[in-house]
């Protein structure tokens, strides 16, 4: 970062300074020309109130005395005829009606410009003024061009360019480690919230990377305590299949111990195949894997499945279960909703009381689909409600265990109804019972209706 902060610091500064003095060079040479235009005025103007080139016939005479090395002087008659020139001969020179000067002074009384000399083979610059007489006074002078001045100066333009270069090395050198210093600082110290931010206008990037940083952090923590969790819960139902087993082939159970061990050992595989069921899918929805189909099904017809299924657990629990409400279409995927109504329902018998009821709903409120899932059972703590979502968390730990859930259920429901756009919310209270509700909105379709028109 720094090397290319450094070299586009330098680029910028060596491209202002070619910028500024070809700049100046031309400023200068604008200057230049003012000024010798200025001092032809000021000739032209003495020259024609001396009244010397009022007479035609006395020019040659006093043509001595009047000339200069560094002035040419020329008179033009009204008609465009040379009537004397100091540098050449008059007599053979070409009519100079057509001279911007010329026609300039003939027709407002003074003109100005400057051209390349054919008579003279150099550059120079014109000043006429019309006289009292019609005649046309021109005081020109050589000067060079702005090529020639550009190329006299050219070895001071370089030089004054490398000195400033070299300077601006150092500058930039200096502003890239006064500029970067502070951003450095803050990288190694952004998890600090104390550190203050230099550049305010760097403010919204810094939050938002602090942001990122701390949801890394987290979701490394998330994870590493996710894996402890599954290892603890492996390694429980595991080891009953080991100890069991290792007694079943030990002799040391007669056979209605065998068969009570037996009992044990399919209990426990089928609380581990279903934890692992569990976590595979959990994985599959953290991962965006799960290969979703949406369409618009009836949510109250999928109730009605996952009652008539879960009717024998209920039986067995002694509790009765009870669906309401009317079709309802929501468009969702059919295998991801079997699996939300299914968790909702199991936890609803699972942490029932014994002569409890569970009471499905499906209905529409305020034009969107909910579905509500009530218990009469064991009901949830308020200081425990927030995190009932999260994975493995359970609020009666010995219960669940005894019942065989996995602490997942939840957290797939919740994965679930996030990927489907909807909310979820939770009415509980100890020993009265519980209320889960998830409601949907037509987000879901209105999304991948728009992605479809622009595929």
């Given amino acids: 970062m720094k090397r290319r902060i450094h070299i586009e610091l330098l680029v910028t500064s060596g491209l202002a300074i070619l910028?500024?003095?070809?700049?100046?060079?031309?400023?200068?040479?604008?200057?230049?020309?003012?000024?010798?235009?200025?001092?032809?005025?000021?000739?032209?103007?003495?020259?024609?109130?001396?009244?010397?080139?009022?007479?035609?016939?006395?020019?040659?005479?006093?043509?001595?005395?009047?000339?200069?090395?560094?002035?040419?002087?020329?008179?033009?008659?009204?008609?465009?005829?040379?009537?004397?020139?100091?540098?050449?001969?008059?007599?053979?020179?070409?009519?100079?009606?057509?001279?911007?000067?010329?026609?300039?002074?003939?027709?407002?009384?003074?003109?100005?410009?400057?051209?390349?000399?054919?008579?003279?083979?150099?550059?120079?610059?014109?000043?006429?003024?019309?006289?009292?007489?019609?005649?046309?006074?021109?005081?020109?002078?050589?000067?060079?061009?702005?090529?020639?001045?550009?190329?006299?100066?050219?070895?001071?333009?370089?030089?004054?360019?490398?000195?400033?270069?070299?300077?601006?090395?150092?500058?930039?050198?200096?502003?890239?480690?006064?500029?970067?210093?502070?951003?450095?600082?803050?990288?190694?110290n952004i998890s600090d919230p104390g550190q203050e931010v230099v550049y305010r206008e760097l403010e919204p990037f810094v939050a938002t990377i602090r942001q990122q940083h701390d949801d890394i952090i987290k979701s490394a923590q998330m994870r590493q305590e996710f894996t402890a969790n599954v290892s603890h819960e492996l390694k429980t139902p595991l080891t009953a299949i080991s100890g069991y087993a290792e007694l079943i082939e030990h002799g040391m159970a007669d056979a209605e111990n065998s068969k009570r061990f037996a009992g044990e050992i399919h209990k426990n595989s089928v609380r581990l195949l279903s934890l692992i069921n569990d976590i595979i899918q959990l994985s599959q929805l953290d991962g965006g894997k799960n290969h979703s189909e949406y369409a618009d099904i009836d949510l109250y017809k999928l109730a009605a499945e996952c009652v008539d299924m879960l009717k024998m657990n209920a039986r067995k629990q002694n509790v009765t279960m009870k669906l309401c409400g009317k079709p309802c279409t929501v468009y969702a995927d059919r295998q991801l909703m079997e699996e939300l109504l299914y968790n909702l329902c199991d936890n609803a018998i699972r942490y029932n009381n014994r002569g409890g009821s569970v009471t499905v709903t499906v209905d529409?409120?305020?034009?969107?689909?909910?579905?509500?899932?009530?218990?009469?059972?064991?009901?949830?703590?308020?200081?425990?409600?927030?995190?009932?979502?999260?994975?493995?968390?359970?609020?009666?730990?010995?219960?669940?265990?005894?019942?065989?859930?996995?602490?997942?259920?939840?957290?797939?429901?919740?994965?679930?109804?996030?990927?489907?756009?909807?909310?979820?919310?939770?009415?509980?209270?100890?020993?009265?019972?519980t209320e889960i509700r998830v409601e949907f909105s037509d987000a879901l379709k209105q999304q991948m209706e728009e992605r479809a028109e622009n595929a």
């Fill in 19 to 188: 910028l500024t003095l070809t700049f100046a060079m031309f400023v200068f040479y604008g200057l230049f020309r003012s000024q010798i235009i200025r001092d032809l005025e000021t000739d032209a103007r003495v020259m024609k109130n001396m009244g010397v080139f009022d007479d035609i016939s006395r020019m040659a005479e006093k043509n001595g005395s009047i000339s200069s090395e560094d002035l040419r002087i020329t008179v033009v008659s009204p008609g465009g005829d040379v009537l004397f020139d100091s540098s050449a001969d008059a007599a053979v020179m070409e009519n100079h009606e057509d001279r911007p000067e010329i026609r300039t002074a003939l027709e407002a009384g003074e003109g100005s410009g400057s051209r390349r000399s054919e008579t003279m083979d150099k550059n120079l610059f014109y000043y006429a003024v019309r006289m009292e007489n019609g005649n046309v006074l021109r005081i020109s002078r050589e000067a060079d061009s702005f090529f020639a001045v550009f190329q006299n100066m050219l070895p001071t333009v370089l030089e004054v360019s490398l000195v400033l270069f070299v300077f601006s090395i150092f500058l930039s050198n200096y502003f890239t480690k006064t500029l970067v210093g502070p951003i450095e600082e803050m990288a190694r």
């Fill in 364 to 433: 529409e409120k305020d034009g969107h689909v909910f579905l509500s899932i009530r218990d009469t059972g064991i009901g949830i703590p308020t200081e425990h409600q927030d995190r009932v979502f999260e994975r493995f968390y359970r609020v009666d730990k010995s219960r669940s265990k005894a019942t065989g859930g996995t602490g997942l259920g939840l957290a797939i429901v919740k994965h679930i109804v996030a990927q489907h756009g909807a909310s979820i919310s939770l009415e509980s209270q100890a020993g009265k019972g």
